[in-house]
């Protein structure tokens, strides 16, 4: 009979695009899920749920590290008896990979549990699949700035060079954005001039985030292809934005799918940057659910934690 044990693992929130790197760029940051399982005798999975996955309650229906963790112990005739405690500082449908990490989180839980070591590969090119692209997935999995670049052999990984004096700051209203409705709203063709001047702005990106070069970033954060169709979807996106440039930002653009919005800046600027975005969105609204960071970038990625 094949017998589970307690594991746990952790895994970074990720920023994707960060502007023209549409589903192509992903940067790790220094927000975490933290999952952990103990197996017991009850017959049953319960989910324990804090942080920002308090509001969920305690049901496993939709749950992604739940699961996945009951499919894949179910291939091995394993039925998953236990407490499934998840802890994240992650703001849920806002733009900071929360999916794409639960997805890593589950994969490698899975693993853990039957006390196997740790399989990367697999590891992403599932998440890949069930996400549709693997910019989230790869800094989450792997830590750091992550390119990932579709093959006929599969999707690959590239570390990127970051500079220290890029700090980031991050603000979001109190509602998320789907990613899917996000999707809906780009269009199914552009013309070979943008796809070409965005393939330009994305050179700059990455020249620029190698480098701390404020004009650089200010120019490949200047995206055609999805931003402003999702800003769309943002409410206060455009006085946010502004609040973000008067603060100090090099530039602000939507973080993933939204409904966050994610600033470049000198990373002495990130605290005040950020507390300016949270104001803007907060204005006039009391809304005490907005919220508003600097984030450090992440070169941890995916880690067993030892109980």
């Known amino acids: 009979m094949n017998e589970i044990s307690p594991a746990r693992v952790r895994v970074p929130c990720s920023t994707s695009n960060l502007g023209a790197g549409f589903d192509t760029i992903g940067l790790a940051l220094e927000r975490f899920l933290d999952v952990s399982f103990t197996p017991d005798a009850s017959g049953?999975?319960?989910?324990?749920?804090?942080?920002?996955?308090?509001?969920?309650?305690?049901?496993?229906?939709?749950?992604?590290?739940?699961?996945?963790l009951k499919n894949r112990l179910a291939e091995i005739d394993v039925s998953v008896s236990g407490v499934l405690t998840m802890h994240s500082d992650i703001p849920v449908a806002r733009g900071l990979g929360a999916s794409a990490a639960a997805r890593v989180a589950g994969y490698d839980l899975a693993l853990a549990v039957q006390r196997l070591p740790r399989d990367?590969?697999?590891?992403?090119a599932r998440a890949y699949m069930k996400e549709g692209h693997g910019d989230n997935a790869a800094p989450s999995l792997f830590g750091g700035l992550r390119a990932v670049a579709a093959t006929e052999d599969g999707p690959i990984v590239m570390s990127l060079p970051?500079?220290?004096?890029v700090g980031f700051a991050y603000a979001a209203p109190s509602v998320?954005?789907?990613?899917?409705?996000a999707r809906r709203r780009l269009p199914s063709v552009v013309s070979h001039?943008?796809?070409?001047?965005?393939?330009?702005?994305?050179?700059?990106?990455?020249?620029?985030?190698?480098?701390?070069?404020?004009?650089?970033?200010r120019i490949g954060a200047q995206d055609e292809l999805h931003a402003p169709h999702r800003m769309a979807l943002i409410p206060k996106a455009t006085s946010v934005v502004e609040a973000g440039m008067d603060a100090g930002a090099w530039a602000v653009?939507?973080?993933g799918a939204g409904s966050g919005l994610i600033a470049m800046c000198d990373h002495?600027?990130?605290?005040?940057?950020?507390?300016?975005?949270?104001?803007?969105?907060?204005?006039?609204?009391?809304?005490?659910?907005?919220?508003?960071?600097?984030?450090?970038?992440?070169?941890?990625?995916?880690?067993?934690?030892?109980?």
């Open 44 to 68: 049953a999975l319960r989910v324990v749920r804090t942080g920002t996955l308090r509001a969920m309650g305690d049901g496993t229906e939709n749950d992604i590290v739940a699961g996945i």
């Open 193 to 217: 001039g943008l796809a070409t001047a965005s393939l330009g702005k994305l050179a700059a990106l990455l020249q620029g985030l190698a480098n701390a070069d404020a004009d650089l970033i």
């Open 176 to 181: 998320g954005v789907s990613t899917d409705e």
């Open 120 to 124: 990367d590969d697999a590891t992403f």
């Open 162 to 165: 970051l500079s220290p004096e």
């Open 253 to 255: 653009t939507v973080s």
């Open 268 to 307: 002495a600027d990130a605290d005040a940057v950020a507390e300016a975005m949270h104001k803007a969105f907060d204005e006039g609204a009391g809304d005490s659910d907005c919220v508003g960071f600097s984030l450090r970038p992440s070169e941890r990625g995916l880690e067993r934690v030892e109980l």
